[in-house]
């Protein structure tokens, strides 16, 4: 197996990092610039393959699915998921396009229900070490990852070598910590307390997966392999999401998600739309021509 290079991991919301003292917390008032490390990008057609770890639904996959799908897919409507994705042809080297590639399901849980860090970049490799590749592991509700829940909702990194691969996990936080790692689908587990946002897609679990799979993704294609945009310790960077973290529309503020679309007939909250009628919640990224923090509303 290949050994680890290295993990990013996708912070809590930024009021739980507040209430912990983390030292990975952006101070607002701070410049937000993320230094170009000079390292290579995932740019070109990006191939996204999957690694299902334990029981989804065929609803629950098809969300996901319908994500990525969005990614480089014209809406109907905008604002769009499309439409987020394309900040990140502002970072140097022009588009990223992603494309699902293979689908692997590991329903009956291989390795058990309990996995370190280590047995990620195991399963990462079953979708192989082509270049432009990102291997994405997906954990179930009931499966606990080292660090989830208690530091991340998720982490991305790579291998190393002349076959190296990136590869990325988000787990479900439906039934671990859905007040940390699905927040604001739930009321959360401490700090600034506000009524919890109606998922747009109706399963709090997997609505908050797809906030921590942008936010992997999007660190994904713009440092790779630790030497593209971040802004800190390349131990712990802030990345294109991550630096923005609880950040979903305008106004944000600690506990506050900030402004954000409802749909009438559900009561559903988003800020982009996507194909087969899908609708995300999608966090703020940051902008290299503006230096800013961006939204879509």
């Not at 993990?7 to 607002?28: D, G, M, Y």
């Not at 700090?191 to 997966?209: E, H, S, T, W, Y």
């Not at 790779?224 to 971040?230: I, S, V």
Request: net charge positive; aromatic share 10%.
């Amino acid at each position: 197996m290949a050994s680890n290079y290295r993990f990013a991991t996708i912070s809590l919301p930024l009021f739980f990092l507040l209430a912990t003292h983390s030292t990975a917390v952006l101070v607002k008032q701070e410049p937000l610039l993320l230094k170009y490390h000079n390292g290579a990008l995932l740019k070109g057609a990006v191939t996204v393959n999957l690694i299902w770890y334990g029981k989804f639904t065929p609803a629950q996959r098809s969300i996901v699915v319908d994500f990525l799908q969005s990614l480089n897919s014209a809406a109907p409507a905008q604002p769009s998921v499309s439409a987020w994705w394309k900040t990140t042809e502002k970072y140097s080297g022009g588009a990223s396009t992603p494309v699902v590639g293979k689908q692997f399901l590991d329903e009956a849980c291989s390795l058990g229900k309990a996995l370190k860090s280590s047995q990620l970049v195991y399963l990462a490799a079953k979708g192989g070490h082509a270049p432009r590749t990102v291997n994405v592991v997906l954990t179930a509700e009931d499966v606990s990852v080292d660090g989830f829940c208690r530091s991340r909702c998720g982490t991305h990194g790579a291998t190393r070598g002349a076959a190296r691969f990136a590869y990325a996990w988000v787990g479900n936080p439906a039934a671990l910590c859905p007040g940390y790692c699905a927040w604001p689908f739930h009321q959360p587990a401490y700090g600034p307390q506000a009524p919890p946002l109606v998922a747009p897609n109706g399963d709090v679990g997997v609505d908050g997966m797809v906030i921590s799979l942008a936010t992997v993704l999007a660190g994904t294609v713009t440092n790779p392999f630790n030497n593209g945009y971040f802004q800190g310790p390349a131990a712990a960077p802030l990345e294109a999401v991550s630096a923005c973290t609880g950040v979903f529309g305008s106004g944000a503020y600690p506990g506050y998600p900030g402004s954000v679309l409802v749909d009438k007939s559900t009561g559903a909250s988003y800020n982009a739309q996507g194909v087969n009628g899908r609708k995300y919640l999608l966090p703020a990224m940051w902008d290299p021509k503006t230096s800013q923090c961006t939204t879509l509303v």
